[in-house]
């Protein structure tokens, strides 16, 4: 079977998808049209991300490096860094947390959470969790890996210490 162009534009508007930067629900099935579009303006941000963080590194590595007015004038590397942070944090898309605990009856309170940090994605835990009384701590919070093979994930790529269960490495809950 050979690799057709319909499958070279499926793989990349997955991978487009599967990175953040492509709303899956702008595709249309059949309209290769829109489908380009779509991925060319994912392509559009990835490149502005990418060449303003080109600029502030072109900067920093120059001979000389930056200067230290650069760090305190308006509009200053500093000024503009911090704005290139902000413009990522509010684009790019947030890891994914598994975050598991005991309700006090002894069931599991299981919940995948988008969140910027464990903590942040143990606080929308209690938020959610919020009515069960008394409400205790989380077991574990495990970022879920977004890039690598296709296929399951092993428990040992969320919570590293699942080795330490061999019932828990094929994927079952702990």
């Not at 319909?6 to 492509?22: K, P, Y």
């Not at 994912?42 to 990418?50: M, P, R, Y």
């Not at 200067?67 to 004038?73: N, V």
């Not at 464990?118 to 879920?144: M, N, Y």
């Amino acid at each position: 079977m050979s690799y057709s162009a319909s499958d070279f534009a499926d793989d990349i508007l997955n991978r487009l998808t599967q990175i953040g930067v492509l709303d899956s629900s702008l595709i249309t099935p059949d309209d290769p049209q829109s489908q380009a579009e779509a991925a060319l303006q994912a392509i559009q941000t990835l490149t502005g991300w990418a060449g303003e963080l080109a600029g502030l590194l072109r900067q920093a590595a120059a001979p000389g490096g930056i200067g230290q007015h650069e760090f305190s004038r308006p509009g200053g590397w500093r000024e503009r860094a911090l704005a290139t942070l902000a413009m990522l944090e509010q684009q790019a898309p947030l890891p994914v947390f598994y975050v598991r605990a005991d309700a006090p009856n002894g069931q599991p309170l299981d919940l995948l959470v988008r969140a910027a940090d464990p903590a942040e994605a143990t606080e929308s835990w209690r938020c959610h969790f919020s009515a069960l009384k008394p409400l205790q701590a989380p077991d574990w919070v495990g970022k879920i890996p977004l890039f690598g093979p296709r296929g399951p994930i092993s428990w040992c790529a969320i919570r590293p210490d699942a080795d330490l269960h061999p019932e828990n490495a094929n994927g079952s809950r702990a």
